[in-house]
């Protein structure tokens, strides 16, 4: 039975996607993002035991060199993903695609659907292919909130059951995308095309840095032109609320304008990204 290590379920969103959504997060990320908000999610935990200790309540112990769970005693308190220097959470769930849909079921009169996010949902493609064919038995929509990844033109059985991919775009200059993510932008802007041919490009989001005029126009120029009036766009302002204090220091400690973001959203539109919008 596939398993995939979930970090947390979320019964509620109104923010991943359209509607009222169940939002489900997994362990491991192919990037690492200066700015990522949730960088506990981007390792497997390497059971160095040093959160161990540094529980309030023991719901951490060290049993045959594994970190161990108890997610009954755990009060969140983050205290184990402030101490972790390895970008990870003991705080993970292996669940096969029958427990996370126990858990749908129980929000299923109250959501339209689900979304998978991260870290990276689309590091466990096997795994989504499966659950989304059981969320579609429940009438309710999947979507997937990815990096772009994953070479979705790979994966037909994947798209064919999931009804669309809200793609991050984070830059479209090699140098700031280098400087951003390390990680190449090509697979990102080819799935861009794809999915927009493909008829499931759900949402584009691009986050605005203040004081990054020419790495931000560029970005938002491309996908405008790119993806026209036929999906929304969502120009996001970069907030360093969550952003690890190291990160912060290289990339800044000012959230990003409203102005200067609904600039940008200008831009998008008279390009023809009509559906352009600040958050």
């Not at 929509?141 to 990096?147: E, G, P, R």
Request: hydrophobic share 35%; net charge negative; proline share 5%.
């Amino acid at each position: 039975m596939k398993r995939a290590p979930v970090n947390r379920i979320i019964p509620f969103s109104n923010v991943d996607g359209p509607g009222n959504r169940t939002s489900i997060f997994f362990q491991g990320c192919t990037f690492h993002c200066l700015f990522c908000h949730n960088p506990e999610t981007i390792h497997l935990c390497n059971n160095c035991g040093k959160c161990v200790g540094t529980c309030p309540v023991s719901a951490l112990s060290m049993e045959d060199g594994k970190v161990i769970w108890d997610m009954n005693r755990c009060v969140t308190c983050d205290a184990c993903i402030k101490t972790c220097e390895n970008f990870a959470s003991p705080r993970v769930r292996w669940m096969s695609v029958p427990e996370v849909m126990g858990e749908i079921r129980r929000t299923a009169p109250y959501i339209g659907g689900i979304t998978t996010s991260g870290g990276e949902c689309t590091i466990y493609h096997e795994f989504l292919t499966e659950l989304y064919a059981e969320v579609q038995k429940l009438g309710l929509t999947a979507l997937i909130d990815s990096n772009g990844s994953l070479d979705f033109s790979r994966h037909p059985e994947l798209l064919a059951v999931a009804d669309g991919v809200m793609l991050d775009v984070k830059a479209v200059t090699p140098e700031w995308n280098d400087y951003l993510i390390s990680h190449s932008r090509d697979l990102v802007l080819k799935n861009l095309d794809y999915l927009l041919a493909a008829g499931k490009l759900q949402e584009v989001r691009t986050i605005i840095f203040p004081d990054r005029e020419e790495e931000n126009a560029a970005t938002v120029r491309y996908v405008a032109e790119h993806i026209k009036d036929k999906c929304p766009y969502k120009i996001i302002r970069y907030r360093p609320f969550g952003v690890r204090e190291h990160e912060q220091d290289i990339l800044g400690h000012m959230t990003t304008e409203e102005e200067e973001a609904e600039r940008f959203a200008n831009l998008a539109r008279n390009l023809g990204a009509t559906r352009a919008f600040v958050v």
